[in-house]
């Protein structure tokens, strides 16, 4: 080969560089290409270096050293993998086989790609535990959107960072963007942080969301649909376990399908839960078992608690404190506890009966003459449909007739 030949096909591949060079760090793809194959041309010239001259041979180690140089803006502006499918190249032809220089960022890898993946086992874990809370009753149309949502956006997450053919899908998109290929792996980290959070926000957000279904089912409650109510309640305390109203208002209901055990056990969690009011009816339940000493203790203990802007249920409170009283036959103090409950009663729109017809039981026990306005107020205030009230009721109307005939009598 003339020492011609080999000055031009070395000023053939400068020349090509030297377009790449000069292309304010925007090289066309036709210009990469032409710089490959100019090397590729060096490449058959240079195959036996033994007749070569030093100065040629130093050129081409100057030349080569340029475009090595080059790796990272020529990986950025095209495809090598795409082109070596399409040409073929030898594997020797290391030019096909740039690659981007190791950026200082890039020794991090290994721990960003530790914590993607931390925070992607993170998320499937709350994702399984959030499913949980959903589907361990009828999960209705929100339960419904929140699991398939939630999952599948765990899956599309981790599927684009963990496996091939999604990071192939997530590393094109980022090239796209023009995101630099060193900024990649904490782009992914960014994103399964972003995941994270959002259902650690999620799962934080269920007690707001078990209140609302628990006001759901008080709604189907009211209307008398207490299948939709129990449904509702039940999912209310499988996405928040504290919710003492959810546990107050299953309660309540199990009382009125006489279900009585189950609705103890749900007072007694409302109560654990801090609700005054599920002190009461425990209490209430506990003089229906003749437990006077243990419904004293929990009314008291309700009492201890109870706001004074809750009249409604500090009346209940008083109330069956003074009849627990009456019933193991401590007079005074039922009379004081009963009293008390009147006084608070005073604040009411509707004077309710309960509290009347418990102290004229108390006062025919101590001054049966001065029982008889009380008798008066039950009967006429007492709501029939309440089992208690509705015996009451039959107590007043048996005195008060036994008055009118002694009244008649003595005329």
Same mark, same amino acid.
């Given at each position: 080969?003339?020492?011609?030949?080999?000055?031009? =096909?070395?000023?053939?591949?400068?020349?090509?560089?030297?377009?790449?060079?000069?292309?304010?760090?925007?090289?066309?793809?036709?210009?990469?290409?032409?710089?490959?194959?100019?090397? $590729?041309?060096?490449? +058959?010239?240079?195959?036996?270096?033994?007749?070569?001259?030093?100065?040629?041979? *130093?050129?081409?180690?100057? %030349?080569?050293?340029?475009?090595?140089?080059?790796?990272?803006?020529?990986?950025?502006?095209?495809?090598?993998?795409?082109?070596?499918?399409?040409?073929?190249?030898?594997?020797?032809?290391?030019? /096909?086989?740039?690659?981007?220089?190791?950026?200082?960022?890039?020794?991090?890898?290994? !721990?960003? $790609?530790?914590? =993607?993946?931390?925070?992607? =086992?993170?998320?499937?874990?709350?994702?399984?535990?959030?499913?949980?809370?959903?589907?361990?009753?009828?999960?209705?149309?929100?339960?419904?959107?929140?699991?398939?949502?939630?999952?599948?956006?765990?899956?599309?997450?981790? +599927?684009? *960072? &963990?496996?091939?053919?999604?990071?192939?899908?997530?590393?094109? *998109?980022?090239?796209?963007?023009?995101?630099?290929?060193?900024? /990649?792996?904490?782009?992914?980290?960014?994103?399964?942080?972003?995941?994270?959070?959002?259902?650690?926000?999620?799962?934080?957000? %269920?007690?707001?969301?078990?209140?609302?279904?628990?006001?759901?089912?008080?709604?189907?409650?009211?209307?008398?649909?207490?299948?939709?109510?129990?449904?509702?309640?039940?999912?209310?305390?499988? !996405?928040?376990?504290?919710?003492?109203?959810?546990?107050?208002? &299953?309660?309540? !209901?199990?009382?009125?399908?006489?279900?009585?055990?189950?609705?103890? @056990?749900?007072?007694?969690?409302?109560?654990?839960?801090?609700?005054?009011?599920?002190?009461?009816?425990?209490?209430?339940?506990?003089?229906?078992?003749?437990?006077?000493?243990?419904?004293?203790?929990?009314?008291?203990?309700?009492?201890? @608690?109870?706001?004074?802007?809750? =009249?409604?249920?500090?009346?209940?409170? !008083?109330? $069956? %404190?003074?009849?627990?009283?009456?019933?193991?036959?401590?007079?005074?103090?039922?009379?004081?506890? %009963?009293?008390?409950?009147?006084?608070?009663?005073?604040?009411?729109?509707?004077?309710?009966?309960?509290?009347?017809?418990?102290?004229?039981?108390?006062?025919?026990?101590?001054?049966?003459?001065?029982?008889?306005?009380?008798?008066?107020?039950?009967?006429?205030?007492?709501?029939?449909?309440?089992?208690?009230?509705?015996?009451?009721?039959?107590?007043?109307?048996?005195?008060?007739?036994?008055?009118?005939?002694?009244?008649?009598?003595?005329?």
């Amino acid at each position: 080969m003339s020492i011609l030949e080999l000055y031009s =096909t070395l000023k053939h591949y400068e020349a090509a560089l030297n377009a790449v060079e000069k292309t304010d760090n925007k090289p066309s793809p036709e210009a990469i290409l032409n710089v490959l194959i100019a090397r $590729n041309v060096v490449q +058959g010239k240079f195959a036996d270096i033994s007749h070569i001259s030093k100065d040629k041979l *130093i050129k081409l180690v100057d %030349l080569d050293s340029r475009l090595k140089k080059q790796a990272g803006l020529i990986t950025q502006t095209v495809q090598l993998a795409d082109w070596r499918t399409s040409f073929h190249p030898p594997k020797d032809y290391w030019w /096909w086989f740039l690659e981007s220089p190791t950026h200082p960022l890039d020794r991090f890898d290994w !721990l960003w $790609n530790a914590l =993607t993946v931390t925070s992607l =086992t993170a998320s499937v874990s709350l994702v399984v535990e959030i499913s949980s809370r959903f589907l361990s009753t009828s999960p209705g149309f929100i339960g419904s959107f929140a699991v398939i949502s939630q999952s599948a956006l765990t899956l599309l997450t981790a +599927g684009g *960072i &963990l496996t091939k053919a999604g990071r192939t899908g997530v590393e094109e *998109i980022l090239s796209r963007l023009g995101i630099k290929k060193y900024l /990649w792996q904490e782009v992914k980290l960014g994103l399964s942080g972003v995941l994270l959070l959002s259902l650690i926000g999620f799962r934080a957000s %269920l007690p707001l969301i078990s209140g609302y279904v628990n006001e759901r089912g008080l709604e189907n409650y009211i209307e008398g649909d207490w299948s939709s109510a129990q449904s509702n309640y039940e999912r209310a305390l499988s !996405l928040n376990p504290d919710n003492a109203e959810a546990h107050y208002n &299953l309660g309540s !209901l199990y009382e009125d399908l006489q279900e009585l055990d189950k609705a103890r @056990t749900q007072y007694r969690l409302a109560a654990q839960g801090g609700l005054d009011a599920a002190y009461n009816e425990l209490g209430r339940l506990y003089i229906h078992d003749k437990k006077y000493s243990q419904a004293v203790s929990l009314l008291l203990k309700g009492l201890d @608690t109870v706001t004074e802007a809750d =009249t409604e249920t500090k009346y209940a409170l !008083l109330k $069956n %404190l003074g009849w627990a009283r009456l019933k193991k036959g401590r007079y005074a103090d039922a009379e004081t506890y %009963l009293r008390d409950a009147i006084e608070v009663e005073k604040t009411f729109e509707q004077t309710p009966a309960a509290a009347h017809c418990l102290l004229a039981q108390v006062m025919e026990k101590k001054a049966p003459d001065n029982a008889l306005k009380e008798w008066e107020m039950c009967l006429g205030y007492a709501d029939v449909r309440n089992p208690d009230e509705d015996t009451w009721f039959g107590m007043a109307r048996k005195r008060i007739d036994a008055q009118d005939k002694s009244s008649e009598s003595t005329k």
